[in-house]
């Protein structure tokens, strides 16, 4: 595993850094948002931006659109007590453990197409529970990945709720629709890019 990532945090003993360079990552550490922006200039970042701005005591807006703007196609992901800020991928709190960081570094690695379930501009990812569309990365859980691979195999046919209850939940029950509609709601979310015009996911009745 070789990921080539950029840190900005103040450098610490238990900093992000150090932490990720002894789970086998390629770190490239900046003390400073200048020097993280001149980095990304030089094009050595092919993978993901972390920023902490908790160790640098602030909100890191300002530095998130910066890093954007300098390289929109590189993922920033920000380590912060503020709430989500704008212009960044992905906000973890300051009790996120190690791996959960692990685990959305892993969101962002390239996408082998081979390996994918595609339908039009969707590509599905079940091996890291992800899907790819023209609006980006998204992280499903295990019964939005079922849910949208039956529906992807069956290439565009018009499919029952009773079908899916007995497909994925493996049931006959349908009247409490509750989980289904969630599971539907949260796959237009990821999978749409009008969600009042859906193009993929539409329902009916």
């Given at each position: 595993?070789?990921?080539d990532?950029?840190?900005?945090?103040?450098?610490?003993?238990?900093?992000?850094?150090?932490?990720?360079?002894?789970?086998?990552?390629?770190?490239?550490?900046?003390?400073?948002?200048?020097?993280?922006?001149?980095?990304?200039?030089?094009?050595?970042?092919?993978?993901?931006?972390?920023?902490?701005?908790?160790?640098?005591?602030?909100?890191g807006?300002?530095?998130?659109?910066?890093?954007?703007?300098?390289?929109?196609?590189?993922?920033?992901?920000?380590?912060?007590?503020?709430?989500?800020?704008?212009?960044?991928?992905?906000?973890?709190?300051?009790?996120?453990?190690?791996?959960?960081?692990?685990?959305?570094?892993?969101?962002?690695?390239?996408?082998?197409?081979?390996?994918?379930?595609?339908?039009?501009?969707?590509?599905?990812?079940?091996?890291?529970?992800?899907?790819?569309?023209?609006?980006?990365?998204?992280?499903?859980?295990?019964?939005?990945?079922?849910?949208?691979?039956?529906?992807?195999?069956?290439k565009?046919?018009?499919?029952?709720?009773?079908?899916?209850?007995?497909?994925?939940?493996?049931?006959?029950?349908?009247?409490?629709?509750?989980?289904?509609?969630?599971?539907?709601?949260?796959?237009?979310?990821?999978?749409?890019?009008?969600?009042?015009?859906?193009?993929?996911?539409?329902?009916?009745?």
């Amino acid at each position: 595993m070789k990921r080539d990532l950029l840190v900005i945090e103040r450098n610490t003993r238990d900093s992000l850094a150090s932490r990720l360079t002894a789970e086998g990552y390629s770190i490239c550490l900046a003390e400073t948002a200048g020097v993280g922006l001149e980095v990304l200039g030089q094009h050595k970042i092919s993978h993901a931006v972390i920023l902490n701005t908790i160790s640098m005591r602030t909100n890191g807006a300002r530095t998130c659109a910066s890093l954007k703007r300098a390289a929109p196609r590189i993922p920033v992901l920000i380590y912060s007590d503020q709430e989500k800020l704008a212009k960044a991928d992905e906000l973890l709190r300051p009790d996120a453990t190690i791996r959960k960081l692990i685990n959305k570094i892993e969101l962002y690695s390239p996408m082998d197409k081979k390996a994918c379930l595609q339908y039009g501009e969707i590509y599905l990812d079940e091996e890291k529970q992800r899907v790819f569309t023209p609006n980006g990365v998204s992280h499903l859980p295990a019964k939005g990945i079922q849910i949208l691979k039956y529906l992807m195999k069956k290439k565009g046919s018009v499919v029952s709720k009773e079908e899916l209850f007995t497909r994925i939940w493996k049931t006959s029950y349908v009247e409490d629709m509750n989980t289904l509609y969630t599971n539907i709601s949260f796959l237009r979310g990821a999978i749409e890019q009008d969600l009042a015009v859906p193009r993929y996911l539409r329902t009916a009745g």
